[in-house]
């Protein structure tokens, strides 16, 4: 780990003025993804801003009923919270198939929302990475793509977002509050946040330099089926190799969105009205645009019986 200076951010404006005026700087919180990129020398910031005593760990009811989650909630804490497990199962039932307890703990919402791709070609600093390093080539296109991405990649980059918890605020229609480094403050739709790899990889979200998040917010809940099923070569500790969160309607309409697949959590407008027409009318939807290598064609039909499962349970 290379060294790196410290402080204690005194605001939030404080904090996002400070990374935007320092290339080299970086937010950190948990640290549960960052600390480890950092050992590995994939993230070298020469200083970091620890914004944990800012006071963004609450979570409130807004003034439309619905919910307000501070960007430091730790993942733990979210997955208990009582509205959330009434209103919001489908976020609650997504954090708790992430990482370990231990990690839960410490892992922030904002955190979770930022964390990087767990493909082993951007971990492996002697393989080309367009994402760790832009213009460098993508190890992954001709190599072992088991993990990768099926739909929404590009010739640079096919390389998967690893979160649970974004699946489920994609299904919510969550949206991210932020401050940038001038103080002003604007709301992000999740939709618009994560962005497709194109030819910057390495841009993963639709923050500017120093923007940072304070809060998720998501509407009034809109009742249903809350079901997430995460599929995986292990039960446990492990990334999905695909995973469906669905919100479904007793007259089986609903929102679905799909992880493991894509540089982003993937939603479909068209998969969304298909819902009624059974799992294989969505999965076609989901996946109109598939690009899959031959070692991860598998993932297409396995969301499309993953999908088929959640919509068997909802129907109980």
């Not at 709301?187 to 639709?206: M, R």
Request: hydrophobic share 40%.
């Amino acid at each position: 780990m290379k060294a790196f200076t410290y402080e204690r951010a005194s605001s939030v404006e404080a904090a996002a003025s400070a990374v935007a005026a320092n290339p080299s700087a970086k937010f950190i919180a948990g640290g549960t993804n960052l600390l480890d990129l950092m050992k590995l020398e994939i993230e070298t910031p020469t200083h970091l801003i620890d914004v944990n005593g800012l006071g963004l760990d609450k979570i409130e009811m807004t003034s439309n009923g619905g919910l307000r989650i501070g960007a430091l909630v730790r993942n733990t804490d979210l997955a208990a919270d009582a509205t959330v497990r009434k209103d919001y199962g489908l976020l609650s039932r997504a954090l708790v198939a992430g990482a370990s307890g231990q990690l839960r703990n410490k892992a922030t919402t904002a955190g979770n929302l930022l964390q990087r791709t767990r493909c082993p070609y951007f971990y492996d600093t002697n393989q080309p990475c367009n994402k760790r390093q832009p213009g460098s080539g993508c190890a992954a296109i001709g190599g072992y793509s088991r993990q990768h991405a099926v739909v929404g990649v590009s010739d640079a980059c096919i390389a998967t977002h690893p979160s649970d918890m974004a699946i489920a605020m994609r299904v919510l229609d969550a949206s991210v509050e932020t401050v940038k480094s001038d103080g002003s403050r604007r709301s992000i739709d999740i939709a618009d946040f994560h962005t497709l790899p194109g030819d910057t990889p390495h841009i993963e979200t639709t923050l500017e330099k120093g923007e940072f998040i304070t809060s998720v917010v998501l509407p009034p809940s809109v009742g249903g089926k809350h079901i997430y099923r995460k599929v995986r070569d292990r039960a446990s500790y492990a990334f999905a190799l695909i995973s469906v969160g669905a919100v479904i309607q007793p007259d089986g309409s609903g929102q679905v969105a799909v992880g493991g697949v894509a540089h982003k959590p993937w939603r479909v407008e068209a998969a969304d009205a298909d819902l009624t027409n059974g799992a294989q009318k969505a999965a076609q939807a989901l996946f109109a645009d598939a690009r899959p290598t031959e070692q991860n064609r598998f993932k297409v039909d396995l969301v499309e019986r993953t999908l088929g499962a959640v919509l068997a349970e909802a129907r109980g």
